[in-house]
């Protein structure tokens, strides 16, 4: 030896490594991680999730019977298909460009409240009328947007 002092025999038999055990711990906690996403996939629980998509919508009322739709657009204004128009249960129709009118008295629907968005563009304001379902009181209204994808979303939801 050169100049170095070595102690031996310092070790006492019997005396552990804590190394072992936070391997262990640590093996076991990668397994759960692992069967966990794994499990997340089989089971088909990260593929329920829809896209949120951004579209304007306004209303006011401008009568006593009518009530004034406007689409405001937005970023995801090009992929929406319709828009389904119910106040206070009843659902109104439009599809035709301009100040159009929606009746509940469409004959070819009468059961749908669909404003058709193939023709009408950014800004266009729809004017529903009704003397039934709308009135000079406050009257639930509710838009719901149908997209390309055929997803739906609520994209107003007010009293008018």
């Known amino acids: 030896m050169t100049g170095r ?12 490594a804590v190394s072992p055990v936070i391997g262990v711990i640590l093996m076991v906690a990668i397994t759960v991680i692992l069967a966990a996403v794994i499990g997340a996939f089989v089971f088909g629980m990260g593929g329920s999730v829809s896209k ?9 009322q401008t009568g006593a019977n ?7 657009g937005g970023p995801d204004a090009d992929v929406v298909n319709y828009i ?3 106040i206070r249960g009843q659902d109104f ?12 008295t469409d004959t070819a ?6 404003i058709d968005l193939n023709a009408l563009p950014v800004g266009t304001t729809v004017t529903l009328s009704d003397a039934t379902y709308i009135t000079a009181q406050r009257d639930h209204l ?7 994808d055929g997803s739906q979303q ?5 009293y008018v």
């Open 5 to 16: 002092n070595i102690k031996t025999g310092s070790f006492k038999k019997g005396e552990d």
């Open 52 to 60: 949120t998509y951004t579209v304007g919508v306004t209303a006011s």
């Open 66 to 72: 009518t009530v004034d739709l406007t689409f405001q």
């Open 84 to 86: 389904n128009v119910s």
């Open 93 to 104: 129709r439009c599809s035709s460009a301009g100040n159009a009118t929606a009746t509940t």
């Open 109 to 114: 629907y009468p059961t749908l409240g669909e």
């Open 142 to 148: 509710i838009a719901t947007a149908t997209f390309v």
């Open 154 to 158: 609520v994209v107003l939801d007010t």
